[in-house]
């Protein structure tokens, strides 16, 4: 199986710390669309948006940026990362992704996740103590729009389907859809269960932290008759690819530290990320994918080594990077990490073949 | 003989991961030996139950539900982790129990909380409590995350193996505290609840 690389944002609207003024939402669609299609075009495999309902992201409706994307690229894989699928109507969720996979001629993907940001939930009618219920439910349907039209279902969430027609259909006749998990060991299990392909989700932590979630992914997936390791896993990380190992880490540093600071509260209030913490996350074992290309390169092979993975997602510009910067990035990563990761993939494979 | 389960339930909800990781603990204790089970949740036990402060004081009806916990061949005291801690009502429960009735009786401790942090409740908290009772606490208590769970349902293989592994300690002297009489020894099948009398 061969090993894609890619990018996703969220489309952030923060300001870059290291003194960029505040870019207006309108210039942050296309700012996200530039980024698609420079990925795009330096031969990445995978553009992913993620969604979040708050005016720091413009990343509220992932499938219409994608469209959009998918109007100035032509070879990238466009995903969701993640679809809040728990506060979606999958129906609605098929309609959009099916439209972007034809304007896309086949590239549409979706990653589907219970969401880490209760937002949605309020926003659309749902309660967050259903959580669980709410998310089995819909991906059950979408699972099942998927395969069958029309379609006859029925479930607590939403009224049933009598000989729905559910169009258009995508454009190959289905498209990929991941589970997106965090870590908990149960997500894990239900994944493997389902044998879908599994998005691994990591913020902060050593590259290991998901050991114990990929084993109990494959285990569950082997013991519901599944294929476990023929099933597709892919890693979410934040990183920056720089000119070099200091460069990157003083680029990402300020704003990864102001994303840190707006989006993970300790005590109820935003902490701020000490450099020397951020600095161990960029270490040698550390999850973060930040560093020269050569730096990001051994780390995605450790990576692929440790999990089997067939995809990493890298985050780029969290809590705010100034375009400049995000697309050195994407072009040094498309251009002098991926072709070499996947010559090494390629030939780790042949050896074990 | 059958043995006598009571659990004392310290979750306030209808439904719950607590509950959830006491059925997967019943079904497990089941395939050992015949039980019956009786259920206690102290969040349910009304106003009276809140206000009282001395055995003496409590009603006919709250002191059946106090002496069915004292005569129990294995109690399983199973709660959420409320503030760090048991939750006030589980402890407000033990408070009415007769000091002595406890002493040697068979405890399983049983937890869930939002995080693994937080698995030490059941050795500095829920352990210390039953020390003072001189029960007898069975060695490996269980614990279960959040994360273990999808909704109420215990998805986490290595759970399932602790409870195995808890049990399976004790299981001859599981058998030799069984006081119930075999005549209608539960199955998992009909729940292990005793016949109506």
Redesign the interface.
């Given at each position: 199986m061969s090993f894609e690389i890619g990018i996703m944002t969220f489309g952030e609207i923060a300001r870059d710390p290291i003194g960029g003024a505040l870019p207006s939402p309108r210039q942050r669609v296309r700012d996200s669309i530039e980024q698609a299609k420079l990925a795009d075009e330096v031969g990445l495999d995978v553009f992913g948006v993620g969604e979040h309902h708050r005016s720091d992201f413009v990343g509220s409706a992932p499938a219409i940026l994608l469209a959009a994307a998918a109007q100035a690229t032509q070879n990238i894989r466009l995903t969701s990362s993640v679809t809040v699928l728990s506060s979606e109507d999958p129906v609605r969720v098929w309609e959009q992704f099916a439209t972007t996979d034809l304007l896309s001629a086949g590239r549409a993907e979706i990653i589907a996740g219970r969401g880490s940001y209760a937002e949605s939930f309020p926003l659309f009618g749902y309660d967050l103590a259903d959580y669980?219920?709410l998310f089995?439910e819909k991906l059950d349907l979408l699972l099942r729009i998927r395969e069958h039209n029309p379609l006859t279902w029925s479930g607590r969430f939403r009224a049933p389907l009598v000989d729905a027609d559910i169009a258009p259909r995508a454009d190959g006749g289905s498209i990929p859809i991941w589970v997106g998990v965090g870590?908990?060991?149960?997500?894990a299990?239900?994944t493997g269960r389902l044998g879908l392909p599994m998005a691994l989700a990591l913020l902060l932590g050593p590259m290991t932290f998901h050991q114990e979630t990929v084993e109990?992914y494959r285990?569950a997936a082997a013991e519901a008759g599944h294929d476990a390791d023929a099933l597709p896993i892919s890693i979410n990380t934040h990183g920056y690819v720089g000119s070099t190992s200091q460069q990157a880490r003083d680029i990402m540093y300020p704003s990864f530290a102001q994303g840190m600071m707006e989006n993970n509260h300790q005590r109820g209030q935003g902490f701020r990320l000490p450099r020397a913490a951020f600095d161990a996350q960029a270490s040698a074992s550390a999850g973060l994918l930040v560093g020269s290309p050569q730096e990001v390169i051994d780390k995605l092979l450790g990576y692929h080594q440790l999990y089997g993975l067939n995809r990493a997602i890298i985050q780029m510009g969290f809590g705010g990077m100034s375009q400049q910067q995000h697309l050195e990035a994407i072009e040094r990563l498309g251009t002098e990490v991926a072709p070499v990761v996947r010559r090494e993939v390629g030939s780790r494979e042949l050896v074990s073949a | 003989m059958t043995l006598r389960v009571v659990v004392i339930n310290g979750s306030p909800h209808e439904k719950s991961k607590t509950l959830g990781l006491v059925d997967v603990i019943l079904q497990t204790l089941s395939t050992i030996l015949p039980i019956t089970v009786d259920r206690i949740d102290v969040y349910r036990l009304g106003a009276a139950f809140g206000l009282a402060t001395e055995r003496e004081e409590v009603g006919a009806e709250l002191e059946a539900v106090l002496q069915r916990a004292e005569h129990a061949d294995l109690l399983i005291a199973a709660v959420p982790v409320y503030r760090g801690s048991y939750p006030g009502l589980f402890k407000h429960f033990f408070d009415l129990i007769d000091q002595y009735a406890l002493a040697n009786k068979l405890v399983l401790l049983a937890a869930t909380g939002g995080g693994d942090h937080h698995a030490l409740v059941l050795e500095h908290a829920l352990r210390p409590l039953f020390g003072f009772f001189q029960a007898m606490t069975i060695p490996v208590g269980i614990f279960a995350?959040?994360?273990?769970?999808?909704?109420t349902v215990l998805?986490?293989?290595?759970v399932y193996g602790r409870i195995e592994v808890a049990l399976t300690d004790v299981a001859d002297l599981l058998r030799s505290r069984a006081t119930g009489a075999m005549a209608w020894a539960a199955t998992s099948a009909d729940g292990g609840r005793p016949p109506e009398s």
């Open positions: 669980s219920d089995r870590g908990s060991p149960a997500s299990i239900s109990l285990a | 995350s959040a994360g273990d769970f999808d909704g998805l986490n293989p290595r």
